[in-house]
Nanobody, 121 residues
Framework: QVQLVESGGGLVQPGGSLTLSCAASANIFSINVMGWYRQAPGKQRDLVAAITSVDSTNYADSVKGRFTISRDNAKNTVYLQMNSLKPEDTAVYYC???????????????WGQGTQVTVSS
């Protein structure tokens, strides 16, 4: 079973920065898309940013110019650099990855456990 382990959440003041990391565990043959989603209380889970295996990226309009997604394929890790944070960025952030495991024909989508990001003064 693939596990996605997230880190880097916390409390930050408006205008501050945080970097989230998500590392996928072993038995991985390849990872196609990796991404970050977020879910605020009472709201649905929405895409924040995604990156393909060839570094093609996609961002939600609300974070363009402030957030940057990147990945290290050698480490099976995806990062989300968040700058100029706003209170409305407060949410639980979830890592997502489409993973093909060793010995398994097709890829499956996996989720991390979530990490809380709170932007408040």
């Amino acid at each position: 079973q693939v596990q996605l382990v997230e880190s880097g959440g916390g409390l930050v003041q408006p205008g501050g920065s945080l970097t989230l990391s998500c590392a996928a565990s072993a038995n991985i043959f390849s990872i196609n898309v990796m991404g970050w989603y977020r879910q605020a209380p009472g709201k649905q889970r929405d895409l924040v940013a995604a990156i393909t295996s060839v570094d093609s990226t996609n961002y939600a309009d609300s974070v363009k110019g402030r957030f940057t997604i990147s990945r290290d394929n050698a480490k099976n890790t995806v990062y989300l650099q968040m700058n100029s944070l706003k209170p409305e960025d407060t949410a639980v952030y979830y890592c997502n990855a489409e993973v093909r495991r060793i010995g398994v024909r097709r890829p499956y989508t996996y989720w991390g456990q979530g990490t809380q990001v709170t932007v408040s003064s």
